[in-house]
């Protein structure tokens, strides 16, 4: 059974920082294509920050410089710290893996986390 699950949200005052965490379990945690996304009320859903399996990052225009993905394969963690944090950023966001959940098995599968709640006052 696979389980994405983030933590690490909450209510933060604008310029300020907060870390998210998604641990997956039921994957092959270091052959996937680890993301970040976050949705925001009335608006589509969005790819905040990406990390492939061997570490190459892409982000979106709106939090480079701000954001940093990154992973720890040994925890099956997948991580993203923000910076500078804005009232904009104000969204749910949720963990993405896309890749194989078996060894035995080349085909892809993607998933999603229940998302956690980021809130940024002003």
């Known amino acids: 059974q696979v389980q994405l699950v983030e933590s690490g949200g909450g209510l933060v005052q604008a310029g300020g920082s907060l870390r998210l965490s998604c641990a997956a379990s039921?994957?092959?945690?270091?052959?996937?294509?680890m993301g970040w996304y976050r949705q925001a009320p009335g608006k589509q859903r969005e790819l905040v920050a990406r990390i492939t399996s061997t570490g190459s990052t892409n982000y979106a225009d709106s939090v480079k410089g701000r954001f940093a993905i990154s992973k720890d394969n040994a925890k099956n963690t997948v991580y993203l710290q923000m910076n500078s944090l804005k009232p904009e950023d104000t969204a749910v966001y949720y963990c993405?893996?896309?890749?194989?959940?078996?060894?035995?098995?080349?085909?892809?599968?993607?998933?999603w986390g229940q998302g956690t709640q980021v809130t940024i006052s002003s």
């Open positions: 993405n893996s896309k890749g194989p959940v078996s060894i035995w098995s080349s085909n892809e599968y993607t998933y």
């Open positions: 039921g994957i092959i945690f270091s052959l996937n294509a």
